[in-house]
């Protein structure tokens, strides 16, 4: 069982920055990755970067060079820090976790695939104006 609780969200200037957060708690000791999603008003779903639980990163090709996911294993908790925001990044952000070898399977084809993905935060909201 594993619960993800998102924090970080808020109101960014276009070109700013902003720090989201994601808290884990699990029963058991699993191996996950976690998976930063956002959907902004009227589109999809997307997947933008994940990590490993032993660190292994990829990035959609639309936010490579402003979005850095990181985790502090000691904390429990995943980061994902957007760069040089845009208008565009106004977004429900949710973070999710998979199992590494799920996860990893569908990197292996440059995907992100949210069905590989077994739970899910609540999401927090993120605009940017200004």
């Known amino acids: 069982q594993v619960q993800l609780v998102e924090s970080g969200g808020g109101l960014g200037q276009p070109g700013g920055s902003l720090r989201l957060s994601c808290g884990i708690s699990?029963?058991?000791?699993?191996?996950?990755?976690i998976g930063w999603f956002h959907q902004a008003p009227g589109k999809e779903l997307e997947g933008v970067p994940c990590i490993t639980s032993d660190g292994n990163t990829w990035y959609a090709d639309s936010v490579k060079g402003r979005f850095t996911v990181a985790r502090d294993n000691a904390k429990n908790t995943v980061y994902l820090q957007i760069d040089n925001l845009k208008p565009e990044d106004t977004a429900v952000y949710y973070c999710?976790?998979?199992?590494?070898?799920?996860?990893?399977?569908?990197?292996?084809?440059?995907?992100?695939?949210?069905?590989?993905?077994?739970?899910w935060g609540q999401g927090t909201q993120v605009t940017v104006s200004s």
């Open positions: 699990m029963v058991g000791k699993f191996y996950y990755a």
């Open positions: 999710a976790a998979g199992r590494d070898e799920v996860v990893l399977s569908a990197q292996a084809m440059g995907l992100m695939i949210k069905g590989d993905y077994s739970y």
